[in-house]
């Protein structure tokens, strides 16, 4: 079986579906065309790099992200123990040092004798050959090209874009703060407290910098929950203190009192050498940020090691595409995991990649996959991806509004999604028990 699964793109997603095909036995050729090839937003050529935050959300239990990842550890996600790993302290949510976790699972993947890795850009698809595309929101014009083709020209993309990051011995620790919201978890956020002139002064910069020209920009298509700050402050001057700069839950243990606004740093790496603002993603040009993100208080003497960049995702109308099993409705032998499948975040491509990694191990053996049942986390979340309603799909993060109601209606918010959490998980473990996936080999 040399080579039955062709992987494309080494990212979260390719990455763990290529180790789910390798513990099931089957070979895989694995193709990144990192370094021959770039991308704007990637700065290593390691698997796995994540571009924007180091977050893969809330590790608070009878949250929609904790169900999603329990059901991910119990089926055996290699990037989510690795993530754990290489976690830095983020209160209750799971952050990661994303250079030490981008080198260690290139080293895992690099080392498993039935991964065959290649460094090249691939540019073809061969519709015959057992093939998962998960070159995520970075895919080359060549093979959008291809993907074009083989999907009719059905092809989709939006514009994302990546928080500041900030050496953490620049920031002035006499004008901030540790706390996590209402106390949940640790302190580990650097809270930058505005009063009401500072943030007046700050929005009223923000709405006069200077934004990044470019004519592919002229028709912008975000996507509506990664906005650019500035595009979220031109909708009214209090939408970021009700968005990104929310203070509420973050009252400050020097005065008592909830500030009129907060910029909060999440701790980037495992040394704490570097902290990056939580939310911050925008398109401004790199002297306007500095002169801009300077007026927050504790950052007036900040080293940006990165500044707010903008680049391009590229996704698929996956509900006109796919089945359930993640496989092309015309092109059965072609399956498409990660962000360009229709998902959005890191916790969820990761997701895809594991079932896409099982789906094609049954490929592999000429078996038939059987998707994961509409109750799990898994399965509303390919449910959402392959059924929404095509004329305005747009990529989707894993939440409750996904999982199906309640057959007997809960008021309490907290009880009725733990119900929803155990409700999906017996349905997950009886899928899981039942053979669906195929044996793992020992």
Same mark, same amino acid.
């Given at each position: 079986m040399k080579d039955a699964v062709k992987i494309i793109g080494a990212g979260l997603a390719g990455?763990?579906?290529?180790?789910?095909?390798?513990?099931?036995?089957?070979?895989?050729?694995?193709?990144?065309?990192?370094?021959?090839?770039?991308? =704007?937003?990637?700065?290593?050529?390691?698997?796995?790099?994540?571009?924007?935050?180091?977050?893969?959300?809330?590790?608070?239990?009878?949250?929609? =992200?904790?169900?999603?990842?329990?059901?991910?550890?119990?089926?055996?996600?290699?990037?989510?123990?690795?993530?754990?790993?290489?976690?830095?302290?983020?209160?209750?949510?799971?952050?990661?040092?994303r250079l030490a976790f981008a080198a260690k699972v290139t080293e895992v993947i690099a080392r498993e004798p039935l991964i065959t890795v290649h460094r090249e850009e691939v540019t073809q698809i061969d519709e015959a050959a057992i093939t998962v595309i998960a070159t995520g929101p970075l895919t080359s014009d060549a093979l959008s090209a291809e993907i074009a083709r083989l999907t009719g020209g059905t092809h989709l993309y939006f514009y994302d874009s990546i928080s500041p990051i900030v050496e953490a011995d620049s920031i002035d620790r006499d004008r901030v703060y540790l706390a996590a919201r209402y106390d949940k978890g640790t302190a580990d956020y650097i809270n930058c407290p505005m009063s009401k002139e500072e943030y007046d002064t700050f929005y009223d910069a923000l709405l006069a910098a200077q934004s990044v020209e470019d004519r592919d920009w002229e028709k912008l298509n975000y996507f509506e929950s990664c906005l650019p700050i500035e595009e979220i402050a031109r909708r009214g001057r209090?939408?970021?203190?009700?968005?990104?700069?929310?203070?509420?839950?973050?009252?400050? =243990?020097?005065?008592?009192?909830? =500030?009129?606004a907060v910029v909060q740093l999440r701790q980037e790496n495992l040394r704490a050498d570097s902290y990056n603002l939580v939310g911050f993603q925008n398109h401004l040009k790199y002297g306007e940020q500095a002169r801009v993100l300077r007026l927050i208080p504790g950052l007036e003497r900040a080293r940006f090691l990165r500044y707010g960049q903008i680049h391009r995702n590229t996704y698929i109308n996956s509900p006109t595409l796919l089945n359930q099993t993640l496989q092309m409705k015309l092109h059965p032998r072609?399956?498409?995991?990660?962000?360009?499948?229709?998902?959005?975040?890191?916790?969820?491509?990761?997701?895809?990649?594991?079932?896409a990694g099982l789906f094609t191990s049954e490929l592999a053996r000429e078996a038939t996959p059987v998707a994961p049942p509409r109750a799990s986390a898994f399965g509303s979340l390919i449910h959402y991806v392959t059924r929404a309603e095509a004329k305005n799909f747009q990529p989707a993060n894993i939440t409750f509004d996904l999982l199906p109601a309640l057959e007997t209606r809960v008021r309490d918010r907290k009880q009725r999604h733990q119900l929803q959490c155990e409700q999906a998980l017996r349905a997950f473990d009886l899928w899981w028990q039942s053979g669906a996936p195929p044996a793992l080999i020992a």
């Open positions: 990455s763990e579906a290529a180790w789910q095909c390798a513990r099931q036995g089957i070979a895989v050729a694995l193709y990144e065309m990192r370094p021959v090839r770039p991308t =704007p937003a990637h700065q290593t050529a390691d698997f796995a790099e994540l571009v924007c935050s180091n977050s893969l959300k809330s590790e608070s239990e009878n949250t929609a =992200p904790w169900l999603l990842k329990e059901e991910m550890h119990r089926a055996g996600s290699l990037l989510l123990q690795i993530a754990r790993e290489c976690s830095v302290p983020a209160g209750h949510a799971l952050a990661v040092d209090d939408t970021l203190r009700f968005g990104p700069m929310k203070p509420v839950g973050l009252n400050d =243990p020097r005065t008592g009192r909830m =500030p009129y072609v399956l498409f995991a990660g962000q360009i499948c229709g998902v959005e975040g890191y916790v969820e491509s990761i997701a895809t990649g594991l079932l």
